[in-house]
């Protein structure tokens, strides 16, 4: 009898451990080894669910997903799968930029997508020009057509660090003058995630022309470190998981609809510094000093 009461109380257990399990769904319109690992850390660090990827191909509507279900989108090809109709589970979107999102979303933010952003925070690659140059108060800034929108945003905080934005639109990256004039006028060139000025067509002439007026390149993203960039802040794999389990444990109506990853490092090019005279301390150093400064009240 007792024996019998034991496995109905396992069962009964084990029913409402099911009944509590989440279906998180991530989607992508691409699969790489690098993203499966993605997906098998993340079912590891959340054993109680139920992680598994789906190619974007091979989904329908989000109306046809069950509504207590998470999806976890990543890319910018992702995203517009769901905005192709209101309805749906809660989603969280990686691997997008502002840039990218402007483009198809404006200023709207709509109610069930959380877009946690890919580019580096202004905010925090300003403090990263404050910590690396403590002297550059002009900071350059090129913008497109595309990234006009971010122009203010950065001028409100970079004013708040004690720091000037200038700017230049550069409509044709075939014309140097305008990122001429904008260096002439600038201690250190602040890049943005805007691939029309970014990119690897473009990249050499932006760092020629920089680093023959002794000017240093932050950002736009890490991935241009190696080129010749100075510095930047940016978010490995390990940190995305840590932001999305983080959002996971919470319920969706608590979760923003926009957010930078709170965990992230920094990657410096420290041949690119002793060019320029710059002295480095370790990237762990420049991380921990803006972990703090972001934790001040």
């Not at 319920?251 to 990657?267: D, G, I, M, N, T």
């Amino acid at each position: 009898m007792r024996l019998l009461q034991a496995l109905a109380l396992l069962c009964l257990l084990a029913a409402s451990a099911l009944a509590q399990a989440t279906d998180i769904l991530v989607a992508a319109s691409n699969d790489t080894p690098a993203l499966q690992r993605f997906v098998d850390d993340l079912a590891t660090r959340r054993p109680d669910d139920r992680v598994r990827f789906v190619h974007t191909s091979a989904l329908t509507s989000p109306e046809s997903l069950p509504a207590d279900s998470r999806l976890v989108l990543l890319g910018a090809d992702a995203l517009d799968w769901r905005l192709g109709t209101p309805g749906g589970p809660p989603t969280l979107v990686m691997q997008i930029s502002r840039v990218q999102a402007f483009r198809r979303l404006g200023d709207s933010r709509p109610p069930h997508l959380t877009l946690l952003w890919s580019d580096p925070p202004p905010s925090r690659q300003l403090r990263l020009i404050r910590q690396l140059l403590p002297q550059a108060r002009r900071v350059g800034l090129l913008y497109g057509d595309d990234s006009r929108f971010l122009v203010n945003e950065l001028r409100r905080l970079a004013a708040a660090q004690g720091l000037a934005i200038t700017t230049w639109y550069w409509p044709d990256t075939r014309d140097s003058r305008p990122l001429n004039r904008l260096l002439d006028g600038s201690d250190v060139l602040l890049g943005v995630d805007d691939p029309a000025l970014y990119n690897p067509g473009t990249i050499k002439g932006v760092l020629l022309a920089s680093y023959g007026r002794r000017l240093a390149l932050i950002g736009p993203t890490a991935a241009f470190i190696r080129a010749g960039s100075l510095s930047s802040s940016y978010s490995d794999q390990q940190d995305w998981l840590n932001e999305l389990d983080r959002l996971l444990s919470l319920a969706p109506q608590h979760w923003p609809r926009e957010a930078y990853p709170q965990h992230f490092k920094v990657l410096s090019n420290p041949q690119v510094a002793r060019s320029l005279g710059v002295e480095l301390s370790d990237d762990r150093d420049q991380a921990l000093r803006l972990q703090q400064w972001e934790s001040l009240p």
